[in-house]
């Protein structure tokens, strides 16, 4: 895959792994009201709680899921394809199982973050 269709991918993808992992509207609007005074820990761990255990999430672990493994079955269609026709290759493929599992880490933390500081900051 070339580095333009690699980008869109990862645009695409990102974009639909944050949406499934923002919570719906209506539960976000009382949470803020129940917590008076907060520390930052503590809305991190709210920020954590609400992130990871609502519906859409389930939908965000699904799509890395098959994510994962069509990257994985590619990798080894390619490995096959390259056995049976006797490509040897001199540099070794990008591992982009690695990548993907980065890229959802570190959406996942930003957005875990970007949470957190929103119910500091508003408290």
């Known amino acids: 895959m070339d580095h333009s269709g690699l980008l869109m991918m990862a645009i695409v993808w990102g974009v639909l792994y944050i949406y499934f992992l923002t919570p719906l509207p209506f539960q976000k609007s009382t949470e803020t009201e129940q917590h008076s005074e907060m520390k930052f820990g503590s809305a991190l761990k709210l920020s954590v709680i609400k992130i990871t ?3 859409k999430a ?3 672990f699904i799509l890395l899921l098959i994510t994962l493994f069509v990257t994985w ?3 080894v269609q390619n490995e096959i394809y390259n056995e049976i026709h006797g490509i040897s ?3 070794t493929p990008i591992n982009y199982t690695v990548g993907t599992i980065v890229y959802a880490v570190i959406i996942y933390l930003l957005m875990v973050g970007r ?3 929103k119910l500091y900051k508003y408290i």
């Open 58 to 60: 389930i939908l965000a």
């Open 53 to 55: 255990f609502h519906r």
């Open 73 to 75: 079955w590619s990798q």
């Open 115 to 117: 949470r957190a500081l």
């Open 89 to 91: 290759l001199q540099t």
